[in-house]
């Protein structure tokens, strides 16, 4: 299918690794020019570079710098000449216990994983809407509908950002001018955070990071972590021309863990 982006510029951040690059690479193979930002240089450059190598003819932008920074979304933002398609994601809060977490702590995870995202979407909406065409998409996360117990910083920061996603895209002067913001959900997909995160439950318990990676996919309904090449194709989709009545929503991609009817 053609999804009908050819030429369009899309803004996908925090994208040298996981979920984010899978994006990017799905986007390019629609014909999307892209600006890609990651905090370090190399990770960023050898993607940038992979990308150039299977799409030849996209022109393929670097940004390195914190998304979650003012300066860092500046430059992110100046280096894209007009932004079409807006993939908000950074790295995710820490686990731990709640008792733990002081003012700092939730102020870090709010800033990252909901007033990053709100601050670009405010940068970029209105000049989608002039325009006619506008697709933003926020990776959150499974935790948003399921929560995670030792994940609290997700589920409230993320928690936030949904709900104001809820109500901003629904106002007739976006959904009307083909702009449509959702977010994408990831339940459990093969990257260096999930290894992170499932590391740490390996150390508590003393196992081989296999082992518990291997329990975590028995206890799965698809028996396995879903790739970023799955979670990058439904990216595309989201913004393609032909899901402009697909708005405020929140996709779930999990492989079937969430347990619920809806
Ligand atoms: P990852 O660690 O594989 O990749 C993260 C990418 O983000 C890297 O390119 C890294 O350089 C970049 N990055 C991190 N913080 C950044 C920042 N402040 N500024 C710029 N770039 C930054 O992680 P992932 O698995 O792709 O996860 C992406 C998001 O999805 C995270 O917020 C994560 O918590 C969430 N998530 C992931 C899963 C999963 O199973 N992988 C599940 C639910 C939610």
Redesign the pocket.
């Known amino acids: 299918m053609d999804m009908g982006l050819a030429g369009r510029w899309a803004l996908v ?9 899978g994006c990017a690479q799905a986007l390019a193979a629609e014909g999307v020019r892209l600006v890609i ?4 240089t190399q ?1 960023l450059e050898a993607t940038a570079a992979e990308l150039r190598a299977a799409h030849p003819a996209i022109e393929v932008r670097t940004v390195a710098g ?3 920074t003012p300066e ?1 979304r500046a430059a992110a933002l100046a280096a894209c000449p007009q932004i079409d398609i807006l993939v908000n ?4 809060p820490p686990p731990g216990d709640f008792r733990d977490w002081d003012r700092a702590a939730w102020i870090a995870a709010l800033d ?2 909901m007033l990053t995202p709100i601050e670009l979407i405010k940068a970029v909406v209105d000049g989608m809407a002039g325009r006619g065409f506008g697709r933003i998409v926020n ?1 959150t ?3 948003v509908k399921a929560p995670i117990d030792i994940l609290g910083l ?1 589920n409230g920061a993320r928690s936030g950002l949904t709900g104001f996603v809820a109500g901003l895209s629904r106002q007739p002067r976006l959904a009307s001018r083909n702009v449509t913001i959702n977010n994408l959900l ?4 093969d ?4 290894r992170t995160t499932l590391q740490g439950a390996a150390a508590k318990t003393g196992q081989p990071l296999e082992v518990v990676m291997a329990q975590r996919k028995q206890g799965a309904p698809a028996r396995r972590f879903g790739t970023p090449e799955e979670f990058g194709a439904l990216c595309a989709f989201v913004c393609s021309a032909q899901a402009g009545f697909l708005t405020g929503q929140n996709l779930l991609i999990d492989g079937g863990a969430y347990p619920g009817s809806f």
């Open positions: 951040c925090a994208a040298s690794k996981g979920l984010g690059k930002t990651a905090r370090g990770a914190d998304i979650t860092g994601n950074a790295g995710g990252a994983n990776i996360s499974g935790a997700s990831p339940g459990a997909f990257t260096d955070r999930l």
